[in-house]
């Protein structure tokens, strides 16, 4: 239940003032978002992590490689940009596990920040991640920290049915690093 985890463990006077935030937020966001729209019409959302330098615009492209080498715009771009993977649908809302896309860079940028919750995992019971879509915020807190590799199907997007779904979590859980 989406709405559910939205409020999981937020107390009424904790929504209110960060529903203010986080509404005034958003619509400086959204108009960001139109602008970006008007020249990419793969741009889905805004990610941002308070905390990091995590604070981009995120497309969803027709493949997972265009997006490696190229900024929204168009352009070449060695670090390329945030990006879903290909799979995922537009609407964050209908997506059961949104997979995204990023380099490590040395300066730090991009999902570099990444690597500090590694050595510091109880750093994530303070954390918060942002998406700010165009069907609404989302506000995700972070339960799992994991390695991963191609032998972890991680990026799996489409679940037949709840008992796929939960059996996925649970192997989640079953090869976390830390879980909250």
């Not at 958003?26 to 990419?40: G, P, S, T, V």
């Not at 490696?68 to 995922?88: M, P, Q, V």
Request: glycine content about 8%.
């Amino acid at each position: 239940d989406y709405d559910t985890t939205l409020t999981l463990g937020k107390s009424e006077g904790e929504l209110s003032e960060n529903t203010q935030v986080i509404d005034i937020e958003y619509a400086r966001i959204r108009a960001k978002l139109e602008q970006i729209r008007a020249i990419c019409p793969d741009i889905i959302g805004w990610l941002k992590i308070d905390g990091t330098a995590i604070n981009y615009p995120v497309v969803l492209g027709e493949d997972n490689e265009y997006y490696l080498t190229h900024a929204y715009n168009g352009e070449y771009l060695r670090s390329g940009t945030i990006f879903a993977d290909y799979k995922n649908n537009k609407s964050v809302y209908d997506n059961r596990n949104l997979v995204l896309y990023g380099h490590n860079m040395a300066n730090g940028s991009m999902f570099a920040a990444v690597k500090k919750y590694f050595r510091n995992p109880d750093m994530l019971s303070s954390t918060e991640i942002y998406f700010y879509g165009f069907d609404g915020v989302y506000v995700y807190e972070p339960a799992l920290l994991l390695d991963t590799d191609t032998s972890l199907y991680y990026y799996q997007i489409d679940f037949f049915g709840r008992g796929e779904y939960e059996s996925f979590i649970s192997k989640m859980v079953e090869n976390a690093r830390y879980k909250r």
